[in-house]
């Protein structure tokens, strides 16, 4: 596989990044996933527009390549021959020589990284026709979770819990009210609304909710953006997430109370078809 690395097109195993790092040593990164169907990116632009926010946010200079991102997508997509799939572009603050807490001078350049994973299959989901199982667990993460970071610690905890439980994801619970999944924003359907978090410090603000949400307003269906708890999440006419990587996935199970019969409900499969359709037709 070739992997993009400041200004490079190079074979994975040649990439090499700094042991002093701000990426490796603090986390002091951010990082978005573009998926690729029928070798076309799905929503650049949302990506490019959060990925710009959470570099503001975080005071973090943006990569000289920054205008170049979407021909670095493109170059990759080719390289790889990737069909459908996902592109990983992470950036950190680059590598000042040392470790210190403090950010490094103006001018420490940005560490740029790009590369692909080929995922045939991404639209088939075998997830999204059976329906995904998840399991709750505390939300411990800290407290800008709008900001698209790479600490992943916690999320990938959770999802070794869900593993361990026999699930496939974990929905993360704070102050009882469910916040997101842990890679995910979370949806339940009742007496025909859409209900789903509205957009805080809270949750990251996805760019395929704001697709779905769109395309759901669309085509009339009605949507309350607030918080739901756990317990009407179990006693939900349906559920589902969304993500770059899942498009809609349908969940039908919830610590084991099962939704919509356990199987994919009609809300779910209808939006995940919407979605995948718009989004093509919107492909770049
Ligand atoms: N919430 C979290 C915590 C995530 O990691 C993700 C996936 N990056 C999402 C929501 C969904 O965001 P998007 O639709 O932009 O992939």
Redesign the pocket.
């Known amino acids: 596989r070739t992997v993009y690395l400041n200004g490079d097109y190079l074979p994975e195993d040649e990439a090499k990044v700094s042991v002093f790092d701000r990426g490796f040593l603090m986390a002091d990164g951010v990082y978005e996933?573009t998926s690729v169907l029928g070798g076309k990116l799905i929503d650049f632009d949302?990506?490019l527009v959060?990925l710009r926010r959470s570099l503001s946010e975080l005071d973090m200079q943006e990569p000289a390549a920054m205008g170049d991102l979407l021909e670095i997508h493109r170059e990759l997509v080719a390289r790889n021959e990737i069909d459908e799939g996902l592109i990983y572009l992470q950036v950190t603050r680059g590598n000042p020589g040392d470790r210190d807490f403090h950010y490094p001078p103006e001018g420490t350049a940005p560490t740029l990284v790009v590369f692909t994973q080929a995922k045939p299959g991404l639209a088939a989901s075998p997830l999204a026709q059976r329906g995904a199982r998840v399991i709750s667990v505390p939300d411990m993460r800290w407290g800008r979770?709008d900001i698209?970071t790479v600490q992943l610690l916690y999320?990938s905890m959770a999802k070794m819990m869900a593993q361990k439980a026999g699930a496939d994801d974990a929905w993360l619970v704070q102050d009882g009210l469910v916040t997101?999944?842990?890679?995910?924003?979370a949806y339940i359907v009742k007496d025909g609304r859409i209900i789903t978090r509205a957009l805080s410090n809270d949750?990251?603000?996805?760019?395929?909710?704001a697709a779905v949400l769109r395309f759901a307003r669309e085509a009339q269906m009605e949507i309350e953006e607030r918080s739901f708890t756990l317990d009407e999440a179990k006693d939900a006419d349906e559920a589902f997430f969304?993500?770059?990587?899942g498009f809609v996935t349908p969940v039908v199970e919830i610590d084991g109370c099962k939704l919509s019969g356990g199987t994919p409900g009609a809300v779910a499969t209808r939006l995940r078809e919407i979605y995948i359709d718009e989004s093509l037709k919107r492909a770049t």
């Open positions: 996933v949302g990506h959060r979770r698209k999320p997101e999944g842990t890679s995910n924003n949750i990251l603000h996805g760019i395929t909710r969304t993500s770059a990587s």
